[in-house]
């Protein structure tokens, strides 16, 4: 059984920094993809970030610069580095590998 667990979250003001988490069971890192999605209030989930088992990345344009995905093999994490955080970057945040386990996700909210 695939289990997707995020951690991380939390209010922060703008301009700062979280980290997320995703620790994964059932699956390995690795070898598979493993990416971050987040769904704002009366909006569709969209794309983040992910991580593909060879170590490339790819970013929305709407984060690139200012978010960083990375993994640890030995912890089975995927983290998302988040900076410069934006009030249009609440949201909830979604880990998620193919071809189709999610997590349960983590709220972040970002706001003075």
């Known amino acids: 059984q695939v289990q997707l667990v995020e951690s991380g979250g939390g209010l922060v003001q703008p301009g700062g920094s979280l980290r997320l988490s995703c620790v994964a069971s059932?699956?390995?890192?690795?070898?598979?993809?493993g990416g971050w999605y987040r769904q704002a209030p009366g909006k569709q989930r969209e794309f983040v970030a992910h991580?593909?088992?060879?170590?490339?990345?790819n970013y929305a344009a709407s984060v690139k610069g200012r978010f960083t995905i990375s993994r640890d093999n030995a912890k089975n994490t995927v983290y998302l580095q988040m900076n410069n955080l934006k009030p249009e970057d609440t949201a909830v945040y979604y880990c998620?590998?193919?071809?189709?386990?999610w997590g349960q996700g983590t709220q972040v909210t970002v706001s003075s």
């Open positions: 998620r590998s193919p071809p189709n386990y």
């Open positions: 059932g699956i390995i890192f690795s070898s598979n993809v």
């Open positions: 991580i593909i088992p060879g170590g490339s990345t």
